[in-house]
């Protein structure tokens, strides 16, 4: 995982040196992303200087309280992602 992490980091950044006025969106899996020590602590560590995670949840039939702990916080590990999405599936 790190590996692959470190790979989407080094070619994202190796881009963005040939193409510095570009905006680059790199989709990766929630496990890439969520909790920190992913994607993003990557590319801070290879000089980028902003990184944002837009996390996104897909919910069926979730009481309201499920859903608010979906999108909370975790105790432990923090935010998810800088932005938290959930979307109910019908």
């Known amino acids: 995982q790190s590996l692959w992490d ?3 980091a080094w070619t994202s950044m190796e881009y ?4 510095p006025k570009k905006v680059l969106v790199v989709m990766a899996g929630d496990f890439h992303a969520s909790y920190g020590g992913g994607l993003k602590d990557r590319f801070y560590a290879r000089g980028a ?3 944002y995670e837009i996390s ?5 039939d979730a009481s309201f309280q499920e859903i608010v702990e979906l999108a909370s916080p975790h105790p ?3 935010a998810r992602g800088d932005l938290t999405i959930i979307s109910e599936v019908q």
């Open 6 to 8: 470190d790979t989407m």
């Open 16 to 19: 963005l040196k040939l193409n």
């Open 49 to 51: 200087n902003q990184v």
């Open 56 to 60: 996104q949840d897909f919910v069926v």
């Open 76 to 78: 432990v590990y923090g």
